[in-house]
């Protein structure tokens, strides 16, 4: 009896033991054979990792190599849920160390769905290497490259800023992104259960980004900004605008607005305080620019410095009576006096006698209606009404005092840096290397003869120095100064606004070879209106500056 129970039991054994053995063998069967493939893909991505290098973003320097935007080293630190073991811990200390939010990071660590979590990016890399030697398990960090502005506010609507990919978004930054942006690396590695690294299979390098070396000049840039701050301070105006220029080279020295913003904190910056005025925005320049006008004039033969117009008190333009801005009665004045006296008047007479069709062709010889060319986006091309098709019976009498037309503050300076350089105007820029490679190729036109273009010169230099100019604000001891002044009211929807103008005075110093030119343009100033006493003030303190910074001899005694 017992023995045949004791058989019994050891075939059920046997049963047992057959059954257990048929499910394994059929379960090995079932994962070698049919699910193999898709198992051997899972067990890869478990145990390899593919991970980008990013490559450095390029410097981007003024002209003497002070650095305007760099990358700093940073840590990024990640976390694979999945292989979070103790997300508590992971939180808490990512609290004490990092200063992270513990609660929200540990509400990501526990959802399991994820396989990645920032811990924090861009981390101290001394605090991320603290963190990390806790060797938390799925807890990881690489290095990583974080945009920064060393000197804040400086020229920052010119470099404009890059953004969390280190991708450029405005500015020079987004202008020569695919030079600045390098070409990013590539590491497979081997983990182990818990996420560590084990061993690298294959390692692509990175390849940095180019450096850019800008025409900007960090010291003449600051002190441009500041001078604006204090105008802008001093008249209550809503902005201000200054250029500085070598005329011969086209450089830009400096190209400066207030307010500013500091580059650093560019998310946090409203769209008007990041854009760059003196490229992207249009006013009506007022009587900066009759010098279009007279040098139309003087080129095609129809005038002399000294020719002389009885001027009435206003000129009747078909609807319209245009008078100079200060009440007088009739005058006769050369041309060389209405435009030191900037007499809307006379200007009209002169252009009155070029015609339009040559007043047109003078507009566009000096670059209006047309970008200059320079290397930063969103240029603005202005707004120049096309003969006859545009043009109504007052027109004539508004285009040679700089209303109805709109330029930018570049196409300004440009054409009057033309002036300075001889006749010749030169395409302006921003960056003059990029890399190993130096820039070249600018483009270069001739405007007006030499001749004449000394005798522009000379009238401009009446507007500084002659007693009772509108410029004389401008003048700067020991310099010879040549420039003009600008008074435009903004126009409305419907019509001129009332009380709202933009002030202005463009200049070159020192007046024989023009080591600078110099634009100052304020925004609706208070108080005083006039560019010859808002802007000009402005002008002679960037100028000054500028001056003894770059050690130019004085040409001129002193007054006393």
Not at 86 to 95: K, L, T
Not at 318 to 334: F, L, V
Request: proline share 5%.
């Amino acid at each position: 009896m017992r023995e045949k129970q004791a058989n019994r039991r050891i075939r059920l054994l046997l049963v047992i033991f057959a059954i257990v053995f048929a499910a394994c063998l059929g379960r090995a069967v079932w994962l070698q054979g049919v699910r193999a493939a898709s198992l051997g893909r899972q067990a890869s991505l478990q145990h390899h990792e593919s991970i980008t290098i990013p490559a450095g973003r390029g410097t981007i320097f003024d002209t003497n190599g002070v650095q305007l935007a760099i990358g700093e080293q940073t840590t990024t630190v990640y976390a694979d849920p999945r292989q979070v073991t103790n997300a508590r811990a992971v939180a808490v200390a990512a609290h004490d160390i990092l200063g992270v939010d513990g609660n929200d990071l540990y509400a990501a660590l526990l959802n399991k769905k994820t396989s990645f979590v920032y811990v924090q990016r861009f981390a101290d890399p001394k605090l991320a290497a603290r963190f990390l030697s806790k060797k938390f398990n799925g807890v990881n960090g690489y290095s990583e490259e974080k945009r920064a502005y060393p000197q804040g506010n400086v020229a920052s609507q010119v470099i404009g800023f890059a953004g969390t990919d280190d991708k450029g978004l405005a500015g020079l930054e987004v202008k020569y992104d695919h030079e600045l942006t390098g070409k990013a690396g590539k590491q497979v590695i081997v983990r182990d259960p818990f996420g560590h690294a084990i061993n690298v299979v294959s390692s692509t390098s990175e390849r940095q980004g180019r450096d850019l070396f800008t025409t900007i000049d960090n010291k003449i840039q600051a002190n441009a900004q500041q001078v604006l701050l204090d105008t802008v301070a001093k008249y209550h105006a809503r902005s201000a605008t200054a250029i500085v220029l070598d005329p011969h080279s086209g450089a830009v020295l400096a190209m400066a607005q207030a307010p500013g913003y500091n580059a650093n904190n560019a998310s946090h910056t409203p769209q008007a305080l990041q854009t760059n005025h003196a490229v992207t925005d249009v006013f009506e320049p007022g009587s900066v620019f009759k010098l279009v006008t007279v040098s139309g004039a003087l080129s095609e033969g129809l005038v002399t410095p000294q020719t002389t117009f009885g001027l009435p008190s206003c000129i009747q333009i078909a609807d319209k009576c245009i008078h100079d801005a200060e009440p007088r009665g009739y005058e006769t004045m050369s041309v060389a006096q209405i435009l030191s006296r900037s007499s809307n008047v006379g200007a009209v007479t002169i252009a009155k006698k070029l015609g339009a069709p040559d007043l047109m062709k003078w507009i566009y010889k000096f670059g209006f209606g047309k970008t200059t060319g320079l290397d930063f986006p969103g240029e603005s091309a202005g707004i120049v009404p096309t003969y006859p098709d545009q043009w109504s019976g007052t027109t004539i009498g508004n285009v040679p005092i700089g209303q109805g037309i709109a330029v930018t503050p570049i196409q300004i300076a440009s054409a009057y840096g033309a002036i300075a350089n001889n006749g010749v105007w030169v395409e302006p820029h921003l960056v003059q290397r990029v890399g190993g490679r130096t820039l070249s190729g600018w483009k270069h036109r001739r405007i007006v003869t030499p001749a004449v273009n000394d005798v522009l010169k000379q009238m401009l230099t009446g507007v500084v120095d002659e007693h009772g100019a509108t410029g004389n604000e401008a003048q700067i001891p020991g310099y010879t100064v040549a420039g003009k002044t600008g008074t435009a009211q903004i126009p409305g929807p419907h019509g001129y606004t009332t009380g709202k103008y933009v002030a202005s005075f463009v200049g070159m110093v020192p007046v024989k070879t023009p080591r600078l030119l110099v634009l100052v343009s304020v925004d609706q100033p208070q108080g005083s209106i006039f560019g010859g006493v808002v802007a000009a003030p402005a002008f002679a303190q960037i100028a000054k500056f500028d001056l003894q910074y770059m050690a130019v001899p004085p040409d001129a005694p002193v007054k006393q």
